[in-house]
């Protein structure tokens, strides 16, 4: 097993990574931004001014991330016992807000424009900053979500799947623009604006209930459940008659784990510890970041076998 220095390491090299991945993404956004903002103004194209208004709640979206990480790398203290992993789940909800506000801002923009009409300049242009920032987009994402996966970052994989988004919706705002140069007709901008509102409202609920599950302390993955059940069953012939009061949940990228295990009454205090330490091992070596907890409780007639039940 690691020692102690060597786990304080890994997760110091792990919160690190996370950091400069949401730098990443906030230089990107502003950069964007600005690109989008002064191409729309010209063009008076209603749908590369929402673009710039997603991509604006993209970077306080980044800005919450990078600020999430960091406070979510803090030890456990005398006020947070459990360590301060959630926050990065608290950011999650937060920046599926931010997306949801301005998806409905796009959609009031683009009936104003509906009924009011618009005229839209440099319209090359306008499709070219669209093809930039689908590009632009592709590659930070891509950055992102290998980190996210491998850290177990919901921050940093609510950050990518923003920038996943604005790839499909910068695509259909250049398929907008494109579709007014063929034909003439300005309506096709709105319209293709809304349709990337529905979109963006779509990806904040999909992010607001992945983390709302994680605030709720939802238990583990059925599969993850799995690999606790089949360990514990493996120290069977160690004198464990069962187990029961098995609770999960998550926070962050930790896993929260304890069970009862009722053992054989010959045991001395030392084997059962001995037992408890081994299951507490085989468990946190299957299952990435688990803090588990086992609790030893002798045998009684009540509960004869236990193998079966949570």
């Known amino acids: 097993m690691p020692t ?15 950091a400069r991945a949401a730098w990443a993404s906030i230089v990107s956004n502003s950069v964007l931004i600005a690109f989008k903002l ?20 993209d970077l306080i979206a980044a800005v919450i991330a990078f600020y999430s990480v960091r406070e979510a790398a803090k030890p456990a203290d ?11 789940n608290v950011s ?5 807000m931010l997306i949801f506000l301005a998806a409905v801002v796009i959609i009031y923009e683009a ?20 093809g930039v920032s689908a590009a632009a987009n592709i590659g930070v994402s891509q950055f992102l979500y290998p980190i996210a996966r491998k850290t177990e970052s919901a921050a940093l994989e609510a950050d990518a799947a923003h920038l996943r988004t604005d790839v499909y919706t910068s695509l259909g705002v250049a398929a907008g623009l494109i579709l007014v140069r063929l034909t003439g007709k300005t309506f096709f901008d709105p319209v293709l604006a809304i349709v990337i509102a529905l979109v963006i409202i779509h990806t904040a609920y999909k992010l607001m209930s992945a983390s709302t599950r994680v605030l709720l302390d939802e238990a583990l993955p059925d599969d993850e459940l799995a690999v606790i059940r089949e360990t514990v069953r493996e120290h069977k012939g160690d004198l ?4 029961h009061q098995l609770r999960t949940r998550q926070a962050g990228s930790k896993r929260h784990i304890d069970l009862h295990i009722t ?8 084997q059962a510890h001995d037992i408890a330490e081994h299951i507490i091992a085989d468990i946190q070596r299957r299952i990435p970041n688990a803090q588990v907890l086992v609790h030893v409780e002798p045998r009684s007639e009540e ?8």
């Open 4 to 18: 102690d220095e060597t786990e304080r390491q890994r997760v110091a090299a792990v919160n690190a990574t996370k």
């Open 38 to 57: 002064v191409v729309g103004l010209l063009s008076g194209s209603i749908g590369i001014i929402s673009e710039a208004v997603h991509s604006s709640s």
């Open 78 to 88: 005398l006020k947070h016992r459990y360590g301060h992993e959630k926050v990065e």
């Open 92 to 96: 999650g909800v937060a920046e599926g």
């Open 111 to 130: 009936v104003q424009k509906l009924m009011h009409g618009l005229h839209i300049d440099h319209l090359w242009l306008a499709i070219g900053v669209m």
């Open 240 to 243: 464990i008659v069962g187990y």
């Open 263 to 270: 053992v054989d009454d010959d045991l001395t205090i030392g």
């Open 303 to 310: 509960r004869d076998d236990e193998f079966e039940r949570d």
